[in-house]
Every structure is written in structure tokens, then in C-alpha cells.
């Protein structure tokens, strides 16, 4: 009973439904034509063979074109005649990354017509429609048949994308299987067989005699070899097809076909089948020097049947009125040539079939075929072929152009089609249209101007719809919208993005390129078209996005990182493992725009809003190369802290006189005086200054110093009143890490708001806070030159604030005060015996040992003492050892793993209770108190304590010297304290023997 109720409803819904959208308004209703209609929809749907017992397909219900235009807004398909399994079958085509297009149970019944509404016979422009009493709706048919036009059809198999660009844009249905007739169709009476042909070649020389021309309106049968693409102009529409013999070598005859009604037939038409051309005429175009086979308002197509032609016989024997054509002649070398723009190349014409794989700019008509091959429809006029291209779609190529290595970045082959070459269609596709952004779905209108106005060929065209994808990545919508920026280009409203473009393009494009003959570039043999020379494009610029730019220049450091440059060498191998993280946990790299290729360019343009008479201020969106970055653009131009972009604005492009003066001021930066940052007063203030970054370190817990993660960043302040400008540390740590980008050795830096501290030691430094405000001043200089360490006297380090951090001097080494020698694990720095790690609880895993070394020396040059700590390498250079008698001393101290002197008093007390340290200890002895350590030096070194260092002001302390029996008492100043940076013979040093002797060895 219920199946009943739902089959006497379904049929209710269908005879409401075929009276609402197929029959005349106001008339009976049609019980003939609803009949039909159950009949076929019957036949159709049992045809599958699994109908679960019902006879009609009460899951389906009828759709008008209305109602997918109004309510279809996703994509789907229908197949009334395919089963589950099959519809299963025929989604898995989508592969694992493939979305199938989502199955609804829909009827869809229309008439197949090339007229669009209520549009009369001469606006017709070979497009294909599907119309019902709500409207029409285009539509793509793989192999149409003429006879259908007019005629009522259900379309059992279908899919509909709707529009992609809103509201301008209108779906579209795709037509898979054959459609049904509702009545039976009525084909119009041919011509009376059998038919009078003339074959392609007795056509060709019947075009040389005038005088059989006039007395004759033939049929032309033939192949169809050549079928060119639908030209479509403001004057009138039309293709050319070419009809040839049965061999290769025959000769083929064009013709024309520009009557509104025969346009459709470009969609009927199939490359290798046979035809014939009925009442053809006879015409010479303009601007054509030859006569040429044109379709007449009565001609017909229909297929060639061998059996109902017969050749007519006209009796050209006579010589003709007008010579044979005369091609021009070929080069005579077809290899590629050297031109003034670089070697032109010529492409080769070719038929291909093949698969699209990606879809890479749907505006652009750029798509990707097979995976391997690029393919260009910017040349052809394809609008309804473009909207159903997605991966999935099978394509045939006749004709098209193969170019090769075009450059501009592009590294697959093209394929791209004239007018000459048609671009058919063989198979739909089952996938899902991709999801495309506002900048890739805008602009087609532009990108055709490229090509049919500015005459770009392809390698420029490519670059140039590169360029303005990527500019539309960077200024819309924030800036403008994508509409507004890929706008059509017009008198009093030129487009931005041309505009941009336009001193390449200026450059690129010749001035006086020959404008596109549409008939001779179909016609004229040899082909000449611009597809068909070429030259390698060398990229002028590229637009990248700040991402973009990011991640490209993120890949070249990888590409050129070396550990190696961030380590100190020879001093690495003296580091323990923490040590080492810690210098390769950060590093950075300059990379100039000449390490770019092709150069990017930056910058954005200024938006100015227009609403009435009174403009707005400027708001600018400017480029990284101000010196006053920071500053806001709204704030400056007096706008709020938000814009929204409205239609009627406009993007101008403004040069830099046009700036407001403002954001070339440079205002004076409050600053905090060196008094109150060196003073151990007002401690945890607030403090701001300008400095030169000297280093960035980034810290982890575990490091030396390091209780939390951090960075750390040694500073040297700028200041007037001092030579040598002190040094202090920055201290960045959660919750502002990662530290503001700009922070770079060699930077010039304001920072503003930081918190000062004191430390147990008596050390100035800063940390961030939440108020802390950074502008950077100027980045790194591109080449760093470093300047030589000045030469002082040891006295000059005595005077304050206005002595240097780092010099080199010229100083005798007086005495050694300490010297240690010891081996570590480079893992857990414990001490190492014998090569293995003496940690216990837990044991430690990693058994490396390392060699560290460190002495104290007592230096003077005549004018003060100071005592000068030398680590590692540098104890080598204050022994005077080379480098394999410092290698072999240290094999030596690995057994006991240290040995530490203390030179306080007469001898040396060794720390080890091993009795074959002796010999070793004193060695080291005799060593230190010898000439080869106690001799004079070239000193270069850094103040052991930091110049933030607070210390209060120490007199000199009164100190008895005694010189043979004479007492001398005199004021002595405090010992510096220095930390050696390099240790270094005089420029006439006395030669030297070897230091380790036979007593070590024992």
C-alpha cells in the first residue's frame, strides 16, 4: 500500500512538472507528452537491470534549469541508468586524490538548441543550450549530432558545475551519454541522391577558372584533415575546415563557415571522418589575395556515404585564369637562428591527445597535461571550453605549437594553440572542480588583452600572468580587491596591474609587432602565427610574496650552511658538547637581491581613497627600505586603525615625492644617559638607548649561565662622549621569545622601554618586558670589514669609560701564575681518566673525551701590569709549543687526566698523587720559568670584567721594590685583568728550539 501511495504521488509530481516547464503556458495539459515521458524514463531506468522491484525511479525527482540555477550550488552529476556499482566503479576513476562529483537523483528534460533565450537566428555563436519554460542554461556535448537541435530529449547521464565567479557567472551542464528523444526525431529531407561532389582537388582548380564558377554552386566532399578553432569578433563569428583525399599527400581545400546557423557545426565535426558540403559559393576576403570555398545561408553537413555521391565532371582542361599560389619561401636553414634577442627558435607543429593533470591558472587558460607537459588556450578564443576544464578532462589537439625551454622560470614544454589548431574535447571529467582562491578565479578579461592587444608571446605571457598572480597575492584584499586590481584595462581607467607591468613590458615587447591577421593566420601557408617563433625569455623580475620570499631564501641557507663558519676554530675542539649546541642553535645569512634570480621586487603601491570631491589622505603600504619602519601608515595618515576598501576607490600609483613628509622625519629617540646606565643606581628602572648589535646567542637550560631558555644579545652603545664605546648584554627570555626579526650582529638598534638590572657581581644588563618597543635603525652593512683592534699601552686601560673593550699591546710576559691541563667528557664535562668518563650515577653514555687548558700570565709594558687569562689553543701560543709538541703533551696529561700548578711560591705542587706526574710537573715548571714563556709578546685582548661592570674608583696602593741594596717605595696602580684573544710573536722573534724533552718522555 505504501509503494502504491508513493508511486501515485511520484506520477503526480511528474505530470505537474512536465505541464509547469515543457508545455505551452495557459493550454490543456499534454497527457501525450507526459505519457512519453513515463515511458521513457521507464525504459531508461530498467535498463540498468537492478531496480529493486519498482518500475519507474521513485528516488528521483524532476529538476527545470530554474531550479539548478537557484538551488544547485555544488557541483553533481546524475545517472539514471547506471547502478551503484557502476556509479562506484565510475567515481573510483578519481584516484586517492580526487574528489568524485557527489550523485543526486535528478530528471533532467529540455530541448537541445544552439539559441540562447529568445535570441533571433543571427545572434547565434555556436553554443550549445539546454531550455525549458525556466530559462536556459549552456551546455557541452562530446559528439553532437545535428539532427538533435530542436528536438525534447531526457538526459539520463549529466553533471552541473555551477558558476565560479558570482554573480556574473552562470553553470553550465555536462551531457555524458546520448540523449533520449521524448518523440521520434524528424530529420529534414537531404538532397536528392545521387549527389553531385566535386573532390578536394578538381575544387582547387576550379577556384583558377572564373568562368565555370559563375554557372556552378557545388558540393564539396572530402576527409575532413584540418579543423581550426571558433573565431569570434565584434563583426561576425566563424572556423575554417579543410577537406582532403583519403592519402596523405592528396591536396585539401579550406572553407569557410560563417553563417550564425552552421556555427554550431564546429561542435559536429571529427578530424578523419569523411563529409559533404552541399551549395557552396564562392569568395575573396578582404585583406586575401586568393579565392576561397565559403558555406552558403542553404549549405548542409552531412556525412559522406561513397554509395550517394557521384563526381561531377566540369571540364577544366583549359589553362587557368588565375596562377597557382605562390608560397613564400621556407628558410633555408630550419635549425634555430641567433636574433637580437637571443637565439629564436622555431616551434613545431604537432597533433597530440592527452589527459588534464592540473589546472595551474583556470583565468590564464594555462592547465597541465599528463604531468609532464604545460598547455596554453590564451591564444584561442575558448571560453566555453575553459569551464570545463579540470583535472580528468581528455582533450585531442590538432595542430598546436610544441615550445621548448621558454624560460621565465618555466621548465616543462608547452603546448599551446592558434587559431589554426582546434582544441577538442573527448571525455568529461568525474572529479570535482578544485576550489580556486579570488586571484586565481579573476582576471581573464586582463589576461586576454596580453594576447590580443599587447601581442605577447607566449614565454612573456606566461611571466606576465606569473607576475600578476603573485601581486594579487600580496595586495589583495587587504589592499584592494581582485576584481579591482584584475580589472579589465580601458581609456580613462587603466588596469594597476598593467600598469605596474608596464616598464618591463616596455622594454620586452616590440614596438612595432604586426597586429594578428585572424584569415592568414588559418589560411596563409608557410603558418605564421606568434606561437611560432619564440626566444628564451631571461626573467626580468619576479613579484614574490613575503612568504614566498621567506621560504626561497629559507632554502638557500640550508643550501649553503656550513657548522664549520658558526664554530671557532681551532677552539672548537677544545668545547664541550653544550658549548657547541649553543653556536649552532643560531645563526643567520645575508642574501642580497643579486642572489635571487630573478630579482624580486618589493614594495606595494599607496592607496588613495576618492569619495566625492574630498579625498582622503594617503594611507601607505611602503617597502622594508624606510629608515623609520616602525611608524604606523593609518595612524600617520590620520585614519582610523581600520579601512575597508570600498568599490569605488581606486589604486594610484604614486612615486616617492608624493610621500607624506612625515615618514621621512627623523625624530629624536629618547635616550637614557651612560651616568644612569653604568651606575648602580636607579636599579630595575627603565632605560632606552641606541646600540650596535656585536652578537645574538641563543641559550637552552643546561648552558653555563642559562637556568631558562633565552637569547642573549651583546650590544655596544652608541654614545658621543666615548671613543670606544661600552658593551652590555640584552637578555631576551619567555614570553618574548622568539626575538623580533631584525636583531642581527651589525645592526644598528633602538631599543626602547627595557628593563635594567643589576647582577651579584656588580654586572649591568637589560631584559625585555611587555613594553619593551625595538626599531630597527639600519640592517648589517652588505660587506663587513673589520676593523683593526687599536694599539695602546696597558696604562690607557686605567682611564675609565674612555678606555677601549679590546686592543692589542706590546708587553713582556713577567711570570706565570697558574697553569691547568686536564681532559673532560665533552658530554657531561666531568673529568676523564685515561679517555673515559668518571661520572658515576648515572654513568654517562657518551665517552669522548676533550682537552682543556688555561694559564694565568703577569704581562707589563712599562707603563702598568696586568694579569692575562689564555684558554685552550692559546696556552699553546703562551708555552711557545707548535702544534705537535702541544698535541703530544697532551697524550701525556690524558693518563692522569689533570695536572694544575699553582706558581704562588718557590717550586710547583702538584695536585695529582700519582708519582709519574712528577716528571710532567716539572717539565711544566722548567717551562714556565724559562725565556721561551717568559719573553715578549704581542698581546691582543678584551677587559676581563664588561665595561657595565660597577666597581667602585680603587687608589693606588703603595708598593716596596728593592734594586740590589737600594729600597724604592712607590704608588702602584691595581692590576688590570684581561682575557687574551690572540697571543702573537714580535715581528723579529728569536728563534726557538723545541721545549719537550727527554725527561717528559720518560
Known sequence: MASCLKLIAWLESARAFIQETLCPPGKEPNIQLTQLVIDHVKTIWSSQGRNQGFTLPLSYSFVSVKDLRTHQHLPCCSHLSWSSTEYQTWAEEAGPRGVPLPRERLLLLGTLTDLSGDLEQEARSGSLYIRDNTGTLGCELIDLDLSWLGHLFIFPSWSYLP?????????????????????????????????????????????????KLRSVQPNLAGKLVRLSALVKSRKQAYFVLSLGGSSPGDSCVPVIVQVPAQLVWHRALWPGRAYVLTELRVSKLHGHRYLIWMTSPSSQLLPLKPECVQELELGLDGPPVEADPQPLPMPSNPQDKKGPEGLVRDSRLLSYTGKVTGVLNQPAGFYELDGQLG????????????????????????????????????????????????????????????????????????????????????????????????????????????????????????????????????????????????????????????????????????????????????????????????????EASHLPSYQLNQRLAWSWLCLLPSAFHPAPVSGAPALRACQGSNPQPPALFKGGDSPCISQRPLELAGCASCLTVQDEWTLELESSQDVPEVLGTHRALPESSLTDLLSDSFTDSLVSFSAEILSHLRMRPGSTGAVRRCAKLTVALETADCEFPPHLDIYIEDPHLPPPLGLLPGARVYFSQLEKRVSRSRNVYCCFRSSTYVQVLSFPPDTTISAPLPHIYLAELLQGDKAPFRATASCHVVSVFSLQLLWVCAHCTSLCLQGRCTRQNPTCSIQTPISQASIRLLVEDGTAEAVVTCRNHQVAAALGLCPSEWASLLEFVQGPGKVALQFTGPGAQLESSAKTDEPLALFLWTLCASASVLRPVVLSFELERKPSKIIPSEPPRLHRFQCGELPFLTRVHPRIRLSCLSLQEPQHPSPKGSKLGSGVQG
Open 163 to 211: 558558476a565560479t565567479v558570482k554573480p556574473s557567472g552562470e553553470g553550465h551542464l555536462e551531457l555524458w551519454g546520448v540523449p533520449v528523444p521524448v518523440f521520434p526525431l524528424t530529420i529534414s529531407p537531404g538532397p536528392l541522391t545521387p549527389i553531385p561532389v566535386l573532390y578536394p582537388e578538381t575544387a582547387s582548380r576550379l577556384l583558377r577558372h572564373r568562368s
Open 375 to 570: 598547455l596554453c588556450l590564451a591564444y584561442q578564443q575558448s571560453h566555453g571550453l575553459r569551464r570545463v576544464m579540470r583535472r580528468g578532462v581528455c582533450l585531442e589537439l590538432q595542430d598546436v605549437h610544441l615550445l621548448q625551454s621558454l624560460g621565465g622560470g618555466l621548465r616543462r614544454p608547452v603546448l599551446a594553440s592558434c587559431l589554426r589548431g582546434a582544441v577538442l574535447l573527448r571525455r568529461f571529467s568525474c572529479l570535482m572542480p578544485e576550489t580556486q582562491s579570488s586571484h586565481r578565479a579573476q582576471g581573464a578579461s586582463l589576461y586576454e588583452q596580453l594576447v590580443w592587444e599587447h601581442q605577447l608571446g607566449l614565454p612573456l605571457y606566461l611571466w606576465a600572468t606569473t607576475a600578476l598572480t603573485d601581486l594579487a597575492c600580496k595586495l589583495c584584499p587587504h589592499v584592494l580587491r581582485h576584481h579591482q586590481f584584475l580589472q579589465h584595462s580601458s581609456p580613462g581607467n587603466p588596469s594597476l596591474g598593467l600598469q605596474i607591468l608596464a616598464p618591463t613590458l616596455e622594454v620586452l615587447v616590440p614596438p612595432t609587432f604586426p597586429r594578428r591577421n585572424t584569415h592568414s593566420e588559418i589560411l596563409e601557408e608557410p603558418h605564421h602565427c606568434p606561437l611560432q617563433k619564440y626566444a628564451q625569455l631571461q626573467t626580468p623580475c619576479s613579484f614574490p610574496t613575503l612568504a614566498a620570499l621567506k621560504e626561497e631564501g629559507k632554502c638557500k641557507a640550508w643550501a649553503s650552511f656550513n657548522p664549520k663558519t658558526l664554530l671557532p676554530l681551532p
